[in-house]
Nanobody, 125 residues
Framework: QVQLVESGGGLVQAGGSLRLSCAASGRTFSSYTMGWFRQAPGKEREFVARIRRSGLDTYYAELAESVKGRFTISRDNAKNMMYLQMNSLKPEDTGVYYC???????????????WGQGTQVTVSS
């Protein structure tokens, strides 16, 4: 069982930065692939990025507004923490950001076993 709590969301102007954090409970955090998803109003939840257990293997979604090069996913297994550094933010990045944990790496919502409650990110133009 893993419990996840996101933090770090907020209101930022376009071009600004935010760093999201995901705190995980339990002693098996390092056993899970961790992912970030986001959901804009009226849209389905979409995959943003994932990081494998070791932290050495990351993968970013090929979204319409590409996050690769702007977002960086990382984790600290010693602290049971995962992060999403978001730079050069755009209004299209607005949404609720969720962290999730999976025993088997994937990029679909059904691949993930545990979810946080989400943190709101709003980017103004």
């Amino acid at each position: 069982q893993v419990q996840l709590v996101e933090s770090g969301g907020g209101l930022v102007q376009a071009g600004g930065s935010l760093r999201l954090s995901c705190a995980a409970s339990g002693r098996t955090f390092s056993s899970y692939t961790m992912g970030w998803f986001r959901q804009a109003p009226g849209k389905e939840r979409e995959f943003v990025a994932r990081i494998r257990r070791s932290g050495l293997d990351t993968y970013y979604a090929e979204l319409a507004e590409s996050v690769k090069g702007r977002f960086t996913i990382s984790r600290d297994n010693a602290k049971n923490m995962m992060y999403l550094q978001m730079n050069s933010l755009k209004p299209e990045d607005t949404g609720v950001y969720y962290c999730a944990a999976a025993l088997v790496a994937g990029s679909g919502t059904s691949d993930y076993d545990y979810w946080g409650q989400g943190t709101q990110v709003t980017v103004s133009s």
